[in-house]
């Protein structure tokens, strides 16, 4: 008897071992997709003017909301509307990063590497963690809200170094989430809930890398 609840158990263990493992592989799938299709809607709307962008920014936020109402009936659905999201957010943001390309080509690939290793160890350590980081999460939140209003400061005052401030504090911030959002990716056992998960990661992934754009592109001492 012992020995059967010993099996069960050990059972049990390595069932949800493989259950995390499979929904790790799965969500890093989902959020390399939707990274290439950002990167391709990035390069299609290269010459895009910031009127199409707004659009296609309203249109992917809407691809993000109606992912939450189609995973009830289709999970097929959750996905493509992943993929529309991260092909619509890239066109959305392609004329900022074909400015920026156009200013200094070499911050592109200089703000890539960064946003890799940035995520690949704020990834790691929120993972590996055993502390509770929901406390880190609630605080990255008022502190993105606190950073929304100083960037709508700086839009009518010019504060000295203010954009660099602007992004190293949006780094600050989207470490913590990184952190969050791999622990997240851990603790749950829901293959359903990749797609979500890879969306938090991509959003993490995207603001990353925009913010070291702007660090990259010296475009703050402007």
């Known amino acids: 008897m012992t020995e059967s609840v010993a099996y069960q158990q050990q059972y049990a263990g390595t069932t949800g071992r493989d259950q995390v493992h499979t929904l790790f592989a799965q969500t890093m799938g989902y959020v390399a997709a939707t990274t290439a299709l950002f990167a391709l809607g990035a390069w299609l709307g290269r010459d895009l003017t910031g009127a199409v962008g707004i659009v296609a920014f309203i249109a992917a936020f809407a691809c ?100 660099l401030i602007y992004s190293i504090l949006g780094l600050v911030i989207f470490a913590g989430y990184t952190m969050f959002d791999f622990q997240r990716l851990r603790q749950s056992q829901d293959i359903n809930s990749a797609p979500f998960l890879a969306a938090s990661i991509f959003l993490d992934i995207l603001n990353v890398f925009l913010f070291f754009l702007s660090i990259f592109s010296g475009q703050e001492g402007n």
């Open 64 to 163: 993000l909301i109606g992912m939450r109402f189609a995973a009830r009936t289709s999970m097929q659905l959750t996905v493509g509307l992943l993929g529309a999201f991260g092909l619509l957010i890239g066109l959305a943001v392609a004329p900022t990063v074909a400015y920026y390309g156009s200013m200094d080509p070499q911050a592109l690939w200089e703000a890539g590497g960064a946003t890799a290793l940035f995520i690949a160890g704020f990834g790691a350590a929120g993972y590996a963690t055993r502390r509770d980081l929901t406390v880190v999460a609630r605080v990255c939140f008022w502190a993105l809200v606190a950073l929304i209003v100083f960037g709508i400061v700086l839009i009518f005052v010019n504060i000295p170094g203010g954009a």
